[in-house]
């Protein structure tokens, strides 16, 4: 199994929970790989020895079977950015004041990581939305998608904005407003 993970910002609160995942999982025998930049994080100011089995990346692949998010919701919207479109299942550990997304619980971790590696979970799928604007916003091209919703806001003025929006390419309406959040609906079909 190979295992991504990924922290946006090393903290004190998040030490024994970091080292609790690392031993787990380096007991499970698996490959595991540290966002880039988060390693270097953790090198410079974590108390404990990292295992010299540990690797970085600074993209993800395929290749990846599960990719482990350690903060709160905010570190799990920000590890999709990573994810995009590869169909690779992101978990998150809680480390953070909201856990919505962030469902495992620190005093929880070795208990969640044996059921993963024994196939004992559920997938719960979700819909990314994506962002393209007319003219070409340079700031968005490389990260243009985001799990719950986009705003679109106006910016260095007090006036409203015109918001035109198209659904699947097709012209829906415009907005004249302050802004405008898009979210997405997802139903689940019945089963009959």
């Given amino acids: 199994m190979k295992?991504?993970?990924y922290g946006q910002f090393y903290q004190k609160n998040s030490e024994a929970p970091i080292e609790t995942l690392l031993k787990t999982l380096e007991n499970k025998n698996v490959?595991?790989?540290?966002?880039?930049?988060?390693y270097q994080c953790l090198t410079k100011e974590h108390p404990?020895?990292?295992?010299?089995?540990?690797?970085?990346?600074?993209?993800l692949d395929s290749s990846?079977?599960?990719?482990?998010?350690i903060g709160g919701?905010?570190?799990?919207?920000?590890?999709?950015?990573?994810v995009t479109d590869l169909s690779?299942?992101?978990?998150?550990?809680?480390?953070?004041?909201?856990?919505?997304l962030a469902t495992i619980q620190v005093n929880n971790i070795e208990k969640a990581i044996d059921d993963i590696i024994k196939g004992n979970y559920k997938?719960?799928?979700?819909?990314?939305?994506?962002?393209?604007?007319?003219?070409?916003?340079?700031?968005?091209?490389?990260?243009?998608?985001?799990?719950?919703?986009?705003?679109?806001?106006?910016?260095?003025?007090?006036?409203m904005i015109t918001v035109e929006?198209?659904?699947?390419?097709?012209?829906?309406?415009?907005?004249?407003?302050d802004g405008l959040i898009v979210s997405h609906l997802q139903v689940q079909p019945d089963i009959l």
């Avoid at 994506?130 to 806001?153: G, M, Q």
């Fill in 73 to 82: 919701d905010g570190t799990i919207l920000r590890a999709i950015t990573f």
């Fill in 123 to 159: 997938i719960s799928e979700r819909s990314l939305l994506s962002i393209r604007t007319d003219p070409e916003n340079e700031s968005l091209l490389d990260l243009n998608s985001a799990l719950n919703e986009i705003a679109v806001s106006r910016k260095n003025t007090t006036s």
């Fill in 48 to 59: 404990f020895k990292l295992s010299s089995s540990l690797k970085s990346f600074n993209s």
């Fill in 3 to 5: 295992i991504a993970i």
């Fill in 64 to 69: 990846y079977d599960l990719l482990i998010s």
């Fill in 165 to 177: 929006t198209t659904l699947n390419d097709e012209y829906l309406t415009s907005y004249w407003a």
């Fill in 31 to 38: 490959a595991v790989y540290l966002e880039e930049e988060f």
């Fill in 88 to 100: 690779i299942p992101i978990i998150g550990i809680n480390t953070g004041r909201l856990g919505f």
